[in-house]
C-alpha cells in the first residue's frame, strides 16, 4: 500500500491541531489585519472608529481642561516634544496619588494634547493625572519614545516627590511604553520610582511580529531594536524594578485574537515570573473604547484603578 502524504497549509495544520496560528504562519495580508485594531471594532467600520475615538479622546480632554487647573507643557527634557500636561486636583492636601497616562496610536499618531480625557473622575476623586507627550514616529524612534517615557517618569517623582503613591495607565504602544518603564534599570538615572501599580491596555508586548508589517513604515525598526525594545524579553529586569507594583493587563473583548494573545502571554509571563499581576479580560469592549470609556466615574476600569488607590 502507498501512503502519500499531502503538504498540508499552516492554516489546514492549526485548524487541525485545534490552536490558534502562530503570527510567523500568517500571510502578510493576515498578520497586517491582525495588527489593524479597527477593523475588529463590532461597532463602526474601521475609518468611522478611529475618527469616533479621535474625537472622544479631544473632547474628553477639552473637558477635563476646561474643569481642571491644570500645568501645560511642563517640560521633563530638553528636546521639543518632551513636555507633558498636569491635571490637578482641588485638595489642598499634598498627600495625593498620580497616575502618569502614557497614550497610544501605534508610536506614530496621537499626542499629550488629546490624552487628559480620563483626568476627570480622578481629579474628583483628589488623584492628580499626568499625560506625557512623546515624539512619535517618523520625528522620534523606538529607542528615543522609549528613553522620553522612562525619564518623564523620573522627572515626575522628582517634581512631585511629596506624592503619596505613583501609578501608570497606557494604551496600546503606551501600554508597551508603560511596560518599559517597569522595565527600566534606574541605575543610570538620577532616582528610582516606586510605582505602585500599572494598567497596561491592550497593549503589544513582542514587537517581533509587528516587524514585517505597515506598522513599522514609519518606526523602520531592525531586529535588534525590537527585541531590546520588547517588555515579553524584558520580564528580569522587570523583576529586578519593579517587584512591588501591581500589574493589571487588559485587553478588549473584540481586539484581534493576535492582540489578545498579546496580553495573555505577557500575562503568563508576569505570572510566572511571580509579579503581583492580574488579566482583565473587558467584556463588550473594543481596541478603542476600552481606553475611551474612561471618562466615565462607573466605567468597569476607572472603578478598578481608584481601587487599586483605595478610592473605591
Ligand atoms: N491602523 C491602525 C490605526 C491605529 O491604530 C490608530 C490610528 C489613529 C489613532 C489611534 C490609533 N490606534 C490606537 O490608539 C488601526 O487599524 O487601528
Redesign the pocket.
Known amino acids: 500500500m502507498v501512503v502519500r502524504f499531502f503538504p498540508f497549509s499552516a492554516v489546514i495544520r492549526a485548524i487541525l491541531s485545534n490552536r490558534t496560528m502562530h503570527w510567523m504562519e500568517m500571510e502578510k495580508d493576515e498578520l497586517e489585519k491582525q495588527y ?4 475588529w471594532s463590532h461597532r463602526m467600520a ?1 475609518d468611522d472608529v ?1 475618527k469616533a ?2 474625537k472622544a479622546l479631544k473632547e474628553g480632554t477639552e473637558r477635563a481642561r476646561s474643569l481642571a487647573q491644570t500645568l501645560i507643557d511642563v517640560p521633563y527634557g530638553e528636546g521639543d516634544g518632551e513636555k507633558l500636561d498636569v491635571y490637578i486636583p482641588r485638595t489642598n492636601s499634598l498627600d495625593v496619588n498620580l497616575v502618569i497616562y502614557i497614550h ?3 508610536w506614530q ?2 499626542s499629550k494634547e488629546e490624552s487628559g480625557f480620563m483626568a476627570v473622575p480622578l481629579i474628583d476623586k483628589d488623584v492628580v493625572v499626568v499625560a506625557v507627550g512623546y515624539d512619535i514616529a517618523p520625528k522620534g524612534n523606538m529607542d528615543l519614545m522609549v528613553s522620553q517615557v522612562r525619564r518623564s517618569v523620573a522627572s515626575v517623582i522628582q517634581q512631585y516627590s511629596h506624592i503619596r503613591g505613583l501609578y501608570l495607565c497606557g ?2 504602544a503606551g501600554a508597551h511604553l508603560a511596560a518599559m518603564v517597569l522595565s527600566t534599570d534606574w541605575s543610570q538615572y538620577s532616582v528610582t520610582p516606586d510605582i505602585r501599580g500599572a494598567f497596561l491596555v491592550s497593549g503589544i508586548y513582542d514587537l517581533l511580529p509587528i516587524l514585517s508589517t505597515y506598522v513599522n513604515e514609519p518606526l523602520k525598526m531592525t531586529e535588534e531594536v525590537a527585541v531590546r525594545n520588547s517588555p515579553s524579553k524584558l520580564v528580569p529586569q522587570l523583576k529586578l524594578s519593579s517587584s512591588g507594583c501591581q500589574i493589571v493587563v487588559a485587553v478588549a473583548q473584540n481586539d484581534s485574537p493576535e492582540f489578545r494573545k498579546q496580553s495573555e502571554e505577557y500575562y503568563k509571563t508576569l505570572e510566572a515570573a511571580g509579579l503581583n499581576v492580574t488579566m482583565e479580560d473587558v467584556a463588550n469592549t473594543d ?1 478603542f473604547n476600552i481606553i475611551e470609556q474612561l471618562v466615565d466615574g462607573d466605567y468597569h476600569l476607572t472603578k478598578l484603578l481608584l481601587k487599586m488607590m483605595g478610592k473605591s
Do not use: M
Not at 489593524?36 to 477593523?39: E, I, K, Q, W
Open positions: 489593524s485594531p479597527s477593523r474601521a478611529i475615538h479621535v497610544g496610536g501605534y499618531f496621537l494604551h496600546s481596541h
